[in-house]
């Protein structure tokens, strides 16, 4: 069970050991207090309870579902399936996109006879979540973070991303013009939604959007949205990926305790003096973007490059972003036997993005 558990949150369980490791040069003290991003933990929170509460009454499969079937080759079926995750991920954040739409593209590729179109589906569905997620403070979680963190005004943020974001629909755009089209009969009945239900879930989805922009306190979506959710469907409650939100805590304690240590405070400000951009992708390739975010805040106050970076760095490895390991145990799960296929075009496709998208943004920034 323990192992089981490990296996299926790898980056918790780093994260947990990593603030156990700093737990001995830093002793608890009172100043742990001031480690945590209450607000932050608390939007996520609201967030993931609402859409989890959406997801069980089908809203986003029916939406999605009524948008691919108006469709009817696999070139325009994938790329709708892959803008549907993009402006998804705006939405519901990244990882709640691929948990959503991922099974749909299963769905309809595999009840069409189109499983080998499959591995290109699922990979730019998991970038198009990485990247369509970055233009809005929600869309990743360590977007929220430093948005929250750095206080940095929603007209600003909007402006430093969207150059990227831009540049990033135009790349999917063309790489899915590139799949063969070919005749697509989709299967399946229409999902009829609960109206009252719809509604309501609705009206809490803009209520946690609207603690996001900082326009009431987090706190009363700490009361409302659990209360609302505890009378109306206690399993969204139990379904929130509860697993983020500690490795969240976990790297604010790590994170913490590592700018306390003189030596490695001095070691990053200046590196990251160096190119906050660079550095901060460098490091997404090896501990995941959320965490890098959580950790390199502590070391500099240039918020524009370090939110391009760890946003952009979420492309690369298969740890270089939580949505990119999702991606991979859906995959997986349903093809063992191409694992090894897999992981080459997604290498490919990745890398791709990551040298094309920083080369962008040297250009645009005019320096690293």
Known sequence: MIL????????????????????????????????????????????????????????????????????????????????????????????????????LGFLVLSTTSKKRYMAICFILQNIAANLGGMVTPFGNPQNLYLYTKFNIPTGE???????????????????????????????????????????????????AIIIVFRVIPFWVGLIVVPVVLFFADRKAL??????????????????????????????????????????????????????????????????ADLLLGVNIGGCGTLIASLASLITFREYTKDNPGHTGSYIRLFSIFNFGFLIVLTAAMILIRGSL
């Open 157 to 207: 943020f909007v402006s430093i991303m969207l150059p990227p974001f831009l540049i990033a629909i135009a790349l999917i755009t063309v790489c899915c013009l590139f799949i063969k089209s070919e005749p697509l009969v989709m299967e399946g009945e229409p999902v009829h939604l609960d109206p009252r239900r719809t509604v309501l879930y609705l009206a809490l989805f803009a209520l």
């Open 4 to 103: 089981r558990f490990i296996k299926k949150n790898v980056v918790l369980t780093v994260a947990f050991f990593a603030a156990l490791i700093t737990v001995f040069f830093v002793p608890p003290d009172e100043e742990y207090l001031q480690y945590f991003d209450y607000k932050t933990l608390t939007c996520l929170f609201c967030v993931l309870a609402v859409v989890c509460a959406l997801k069980n009454i089908n809203f986003f499969y029916e939406l999605a579902r009524r948008a691919v079937e108006q469709f009817k080759t696999t070139r325009v079926c994938i790329l709708v399936l892959v803008y549907i995750t993009f402006l998804g991920s705006m939405l519901i954040a990244n990882d709640m996109a691929l948990l959503t739409f991922l099974p």
């Open 238 to 303: 139990a379904m929130v990926d509860y697993p983020l939100l500690l490795t969240f805590v976990c790297f604010f304690v790590f994170s913490g305790n590592l700018a306390r240590i003189d030596a490695v405070q001095e070691f990053f400000s200046w590196l990251l003096s160096k190119s906050t951009l660079l550095v901060s992708e460098l490091c997404c390739q090896f501990i995941s973007n959320v965490p890098s975010s959580i950790l390199l805040s502590q070391f500099t106050d240039n918020y």
